[in-house]
């Protein structure tokens, strides 16, 4: 059995559901193991979970190569020993793995393509609006188009720009707010300025969940307002495999622990999936797992990596390729909230006034329009 990895990263699997349960007790790989949990494998449906106890530390070590060449994905560890440094196999056990039954490679599989990408129509320009709380963040994901990281400049909103930016917006008509970042919870006022805006319309902070289990983060997720606020979670994967390729080693699990305590404490959740075309046939496994952790249909959104900021390939952004979703930063207002690293898509130098920006993205729109309904003539030259 290959070794080459591990499920060294603890996750907590118990906000899987699962379908099945096996004690496989002091047995590793080697020795019938692997038997026991194909044959339970086989009880349950692709999709399904089956939660294995282990005693056995070597089974840390190569339960991940056997889920991978059986089609399966290995979703959480969890050491009921209390593990160190976050690692799993620092522990003294037992264990217990959550693993999702796949397909048998080899075996003919529904073809993915775009169309896995979520859709929608336009919304009006003035009735969403997004704010960049600050740039700077836990995580540098490879693809990530406002080119935040730790090292970034934080920028951040001020909190009383963001107050009468939402008062004009409301005012016009606004009905959506959406916080993003960086990582949101990284701004020191993020409690304040959310309560301010939440008074006045919906808010939506999207966040990766891995900064506000304790301390002042925790203390400013529990005064969110249930009703008015949603946290939208970044997810790429069912495994942590494309999302820890994405967005570093452990990203997964906490991103999972950071799922599981925003539901206990009774958040709407959404969760976003970033990824690459080649990525797509992954999206069957990503929505089973968020069957299984209760994400409703309608709140997952499978978005394309956006070839803007760090990314370097995805769709293209321009004027012409997505339609506008105004957005305010602490330089300025932008077209859309993944151009803010790109020139050509800022509207103005600064974020107030509010309405001269709408005014400008209207017209771009109309002319837009204009020229789409008047059509194209062919103009041959050869």
């Given at each position: 059995m290959?070794?080459?990895?591990?499920?060294?990263?603890?996750?907590?699997?118990?906000?899987?559901?699962?379908?099945?349960?096996?004690?496989?007790?002091?047995?590793?790989?080697?020795?019938?193991?692997?038997?026991?949990?194909?044959?339970?494998?086989r009880?349950?449906?692709?999709?399904q979970?089956?939660?294995?106890?282990?005693?056995?530390?070597?089974?840390?070590?190569?339960?991940p190569?056997?889920?991978?060449?059986?089609?399966?994905?290995?979703?959480?560890?969890s050491?009921?020993?209390?593990?160190?440094?976050?690692?799993?196999?620092?522990?003294s056990?037992?264990?217990?793995?959550a693993?999702?039954?796949?397909?048998?490679?080899?075996?003919?599989?529904?073809?993915?393509t775009?169309?896995?990408?979520?859709?929608?129509g336009?919304?009006?320009v003035?009735s969403?609006?997004?704010?960049?709380?600050?740039?700077h963040?836990?995580?540098?994901?490879?693809?990530c188009?406002?080119?935040?990281?730790?090292?970034?400049?934080?920028?951040?909103?001020?909190?009383?720009?963001?107050?009468?930016a939402?008062?004009?917006?409301?005012?016009?008509?606004?009905?959506?707010?959406?916080?993003?970042?960086?990582e949101?919870?990284?701004?020191?006022?993020?409690?304040?300025?959310?309560?301010?805006?939440?008074?006045?319309?919906?808010?939506?902070?999207?966040?990766?969940a891995?900064?506000?289990?304790?301390?002042?983060?925790?203390?400013?997720?529990?005064?969110?307002?249930?009703?008015?606020?949603?946290l939208?979670?970044?997810?790429?994967?069912?495994?942590p495999?494309?999302?820890?390729?994405?967005?570093?080693?452990?990203?997964?699990?906490?991103?999972?622990?950071?799922?599981?305590?925003?539901?206990?404490?009774?958040?709407?959740?959404?969760?976003?999936?970033?990824?690459?075309?080649?990525?797509?046939?992954?999206?069957?496994?990503?929505?089973a797992?968020?069957?299984?952790?209760?994400?409703?249909p309608?709140?997952?959104?499978?978005?394309?990596?956006?070839?803007?900021?760090?990314?370097?390939?995805?769709?293209?952004?321009?004027l012409?390729?997505?339609?506008?979703?105004?957005?305010?930063?602490?330089?300025?207002?932008?077209?859309h909230?993944?151009?803010?690293?790109n020139?050509?898509?800022?509207?103005?130098e600064?974020?107030?006034?509010?309405?001269?920006?709408?005014d400008?993205?209207?017209?771009?729109?109309?002319?837009?329009?204009?020229?789409?309904?008047?059509?194209r003539?062919?103009?041959?030259?050869?």
């Open positions: 290959a070794t080459s990895t591990r499920a060294g990263v603890l996750g907590d699997v118990s906000g899987w559901t699962a379908a099945a349960e096996l004690d496989g007790g002091s047995d590793d790989c080697g020795s019938g193991l692997l038997l026991s949990i194909t044959g339970a494998m009880t349950i449906d692709i999709g979970i089956l939660l294995l106890r282990t005693e056995e530390k070597s089974v840390l070590v190569d339960l190569a056997w889920a991978r060449l059986a089609g399966h994905e290995l979703l959480a560890v050491d009921d020993g209390g593990g160190a440094d976050g690692d799993a196999v620092q522990g056990g037992p264990w217990r793995l693993i999702m039954r796949g397909q048998r490679p080899g075996t003919t599989s529904t073809v993915v775009d169309d896995a990408f979520s859709t929608g336009a919304v009006p003035g969403r609006l997004w704010i960049y709380s600050n740039f963040c836990n995580l540098a994901c490879v693809y188009c406002a080119e935040s990281s730790p090292a970034a400049d934080s920028r951040l909103f001020p909190v009383d720009v963001a107050e009468a939402v008062e004009e917006f409301v005012a016009q008509g606004g009905r959506e707010l959406l916080i993003t970042g960086g949101p919870f990284l701004h020191p006022e993020l409690a304040r300025l959310v309560a301010l805006s939440a008074g006045r319309v919906p808010v939506t902070v999207l966040t990766n891995m900064v506000f289990e304790r301390g002042r983060r925790r203390e400013t997720l529990e005064s969110l307002d249930r009703d008015r606020v949603t939208q979670v970044s997810l790429d994967s069912a495994g495999a494309i999302h820890d390729r994405m967005r570093g080693a452990g990203s997964h699990a906490r991103a999972l622990a950071g799922i599981g305590l925003a539901r206990s404490l009774g958040f709407h959740l959404k969760v976003a999936a970033t990824l690459h075309e080649a990525e797509l046939s992954s999206v069957a496994t990503l929505h797992a968020l069957d299984n952790l209760g994400i409703a309608e709140d997952r959104i499978i978005r394309p990596v956006a070839e803007e900021g760090f990314a370097d390939g995805g769709l293209h952004i321009s012409d390729t997505v339609e506008p979703e105004p957005t305010l930063t602490a330089d300025g207002a932008w077209w909230p993944v151009g803010v690293t020139p050509h898509l800022k509207v103005a600064s974020p107030l006034p509010l309405a001269p920006v709408l400008i993205i209207r017209d771009v729109v109309a002319v837009q329009a204009a020229g789409a309904s008047e059509g003539q062919v103009f041959r030259c050869t």
